[in-house]
């Protein structure tokens, strides 16, 4: 009732707003509360297709799919409504910058803006593609897959295998490479809807970049040189280890490097990295001490207390899901409060520093003061916000902060340590930075040349994979760019790659070195400019509010650089001959850790069903991994595409109603065990609180808006 009062008020107001400017046109006052009553609407409406997509994620089947579809179509109707309001308006260029920022914002509001049917087109794309991705397969659609083929990417095993599985999965998503040439074609359409005149100076606006992709290649160029050298690392240690079974030359094989996408080198730390007892500590303790799933998010939340003053609110705890899959997975609910889908279950480096990053950009949303500035969350892309999901990766390596979680000892050596934090953030960071920047020149390179039939695509996939990231593969026709979230939704990673060198600008702004931290973790003090920036700094763009706080006025590799400047002073002095490095038996023996962990889960899980009665239905819930010790590429192989060849049938690519995650009939005999004079009392008490709620709830929607966003739940 409440929303739809709202949504009647906003439509009226829009109607006098209208004829306002149709009579007289608008003063700055007048301007300023178009954009406030347009923000409430894009609120709504991006809130509304966030909890559709949170659904899909949890359901994964073609209902939930069909619903986010049609709130991403209903979200794009209202940001076209109110595009066209703004020509008339003004004349010229407002005195007021922020508030001509913000009408531009309106004006040229990305993709969403496209004619409706190719926005229809690229939301049918979209969804087909993001359950892919979700189930594995549909002849035998299982949420579990996709994690249980990683882990077996990550662990032990034979070149050959590791290929095998690899390129299973990927074929998988073969069928729909035409249909994502057709979705990528989409970028001109909206390159044209926003009034820009080519694809890159499009990409530029929406990351609110005024330079240029050249000036992000010499940026990388100035990395590019460290990148190499971690590379050529990683070359000697897997040929060491794959010498019997497989060639390295100058590229890394990309089913090799521990991941379905292989930009994350960091599953390679126990495998690869100098004093591996070291990392095998961390990995141990992570089990050991239980820090998996919602403990590991509770411990990096204390890097948010420490460093912002700030951690976590109620509803993201109590909303999120810690017991799915992963890779995690964070939903922004567009109202400052973000919601997180994870699993419990992995004690890999790559988990843990994904738990720090999430954290982080939680924070970066729950912190803004002001009315939240949805407009710049939906319509453009915030290397800021980037920037400080790096920053919190880069401390949660440093040894001040894995000695204050006990990971590492006080009696570790700490040049050994230094040495494994600094390899893990390099793993981290350098894989990423090439791969983001080589995936958008290799669509903007396509997409100009059009050079997109299936074949065209992967091959020039592979060459700039190759060409930016150093890693390649004999089988050309795999697909992984449709693996990949960014890619399939036509989003560039311009705002990703330049964050991850801001990150490391902050990092010196305010530690006021690049020095890793050794001392204790109350050393990182409070800077209460990047507090004051997050809080009051996102009205603006990302560009101003550096300058503004950080006195940061360009993006620099320099910082970047002098953080890793004592890593490569190792590698400069480091004989790989002379140190006895044979980690298979640590690999094995947290192997069996983790292995051990997984079956006492599984072991409570069983015990808490024996309170049900037994069913003999099956499941293929996030429980269901239990049944299933190994992935076969068998399970890999059955495409959910083979239906689909034209434009026009994209959204038959699924088959309807397969539904991943089923729910247990057995819930409601629990509650019905409930005593009689038990729910006389429960039935009360609902009734007491309904009342209560709408009472809040009236008075409390108007009161929030005034109430600064950290106060909300105090």
């Known amino acids: 009732m409440i929303k739809q009062v709202r949504g009647m008020n906003l439509k009226w107001s829009f109607v006098i707003l209208s004829l306002l400017v149709s009579i007289n046109g608008l003063s700055e006052s007048e301007l300023d509360s178009f954009v406030k009553l347009t923000a409430l609407g894009y609120e709504d409406a991006c809130t509304k297709a966030a909890e ?41 260029t407002l005195e ?25 087109y690229f939301v049918s794309f979209l969804g087909a593609a993001e359950l892919s991705k979700i189930i594995g397969n549909e002849s035998m659609p299982d949420r579990s897959l996709r994690q249980r083929t990683e882990t077996l990417l990550s662990r032990n095993s034979s070149a050959d295998e590791k290929f095998e ?28 809807a926003n009034d820009m005149e080519s694809i890159d100076k499009y990409w530029l606006m929406l990351n609110d970049y005024e330079k240029s992709y050249e ?44 991941s379905l996408e292989g930009y994350d080198w960091t599953q390679l730390a126990l495998q690869t990295i100098p004093y591996p007892d070291i990392t095998f500590e961390i990995r ?40 799915a899959q992963c890779p995690s ?32 950009r939680a924070l970066i949303h729950q912190m803004w003061i002001e009315n939240i500035p949805i407009l710049n969350v939906a319509n453009r892309y915030s290397a800021l916000d980037s920037a400080m999901e790096e920053l919190f990766g880069v401390l949660s390596m440093s040894r001040a902060w894995l000695l204050s979680l006990n990971l590492v000892n006080e009696t570790d050596d700490q040049d050994e340590v230094r040495v494994v934090s600094l390899m893990m953030t390099a793993l981290d960071v350098l894989p990423r930075m090439a791969y983001y920047l080589g995936a958008d020149l290799w669509r903007l390179h396509v997409i100009q040349n059009k050079s997109l039939t299936p074949g065209e695509l992967t091959v020039a996939w592979w060459e700039y994979r190759e060409k930016y990231e150093g890693i390649s593969t004999v089988d050309t026709s795999v697909p992984t760019f449709l693996d990949d ?15 991850i060198l801001l990150g490391f600008q902050i990092y010196e702004n305010i530690m006021d070195s690049t020095e890793m931290r050794y001392e204790k973790v109350q050393a990182f003090g409070q800077k209460h400019e990047l507090i004051k920036m997050i809080q009051y700094g996102s009205e603006d763009n990302w560009r101003e509010t550096i300058k503004k706080y950080l006195n940061i006025y360009e993006i620099s590799s320099d910082s970047l650089l002098k953080y890793f400047s004592p890593l490569e002073e190792f590698l400069d002095e480091f004989d790989d001959e002379s140190m006895d490095f044979n980690p298979s038996a ?36 996030k429980d269901g991994e239990s049944s299933k010790s190994q992935t076969t590429s068998s399970e890999l192989k059955t495409s959910p595409h083979q239906s689909s060849s034209t434009r026009e049938n994209t959204t038959k690519t699924v088959k309807e109603g397969h539904s991943v995650e089923k729910k247990n009939p057995q819930e409601n005999e629990e509650v019905i065990k409930s005593g009689t004079s038990k729910a006389v009392w429960a039935v009360g008490a609902v009734l007491i609180a309904t009342v209560t709620i709408v009472i809040i709830a009236i008075f409390g929607r108007q009161r929030c808006r005034k109430t600064p966003k950290n106060r909300r739940y105090v």
């Open 52 to 92: 559709a997509k949170w659904l899909f994620i949890k359901e994964c089947n073609n209902a939930s799919r069909r619903t986010w579809e049609e709130t991403l179509v209903e979200y794009a109707e209202y940001v076209r409504t109110q595009k066209t309001e703004i020509p008339g308006m003004i004349n010229g």
């Open 586 to 621: 640590l690999e094995k023996a947290i192997e069996e850790l983790e292995d051990d962990k997984k079956k006492i889960a599984v072991s409570y899980r069983s015990k808490e069903m024996t309170t049900l009665p037994t069913t003999a239905s099956t499941s293929t819930s």
């Open 96 to 120: 007021n910058s922020q508030l001509q920022y913000k009408l531009d914002l309106i004006s040229k509001p990305g993709d969403a803006s496209m004619e409706p049917e190719d926005w229809q």
């Open 165 to 192: 599985i690899w390129t299973s999965w990927y074929e998988n998503f073969k069928p729909s490479i035409s249909h994502f040439a057709e979705s990528l074609k989409l970028v001109e359409n909206a390159t044209a």
């Open 215 to 258: 000036e992000a290649e010499r940026l990388w160029e100035d990395v590019s040189r460290l990148h190499r050298r971690i590379l050529e690392f990683l070359q000697k240690r897997l040929t060491k280890k794959y010498s019997n079974t497989s060639r390295i030359n100058e590229t890394l094989p990309a089913h090799l490097l521990g």
């Open 485 to 499: 979230e960014f890619i399939i939704s036509n989003k560039p990673y311009l705002s990703k790659f330049l964050g």
């Open 329 to 360: 997975r964070l939903i922004d609910l567009c109202t400052g409060t973000m919601r997180l889908s994870t699993c419990s279950d992995q004690s890999s480096i790559s988990s843990y520093l994904s738990a720090h990053k999430d954290v982080a």
């Open 284 to 323: 141990e303790k992570l089990l050991k001490r239980d820090l998996l799933g919602k403990n590991l998010y509770k411990a990096a939340s204390r890097l948010g207390k420490i460093l912002l003053k700030h951690v976590p609110e109620t509803p993201f705890w109590e909303e999120s899901d810690f017991t």
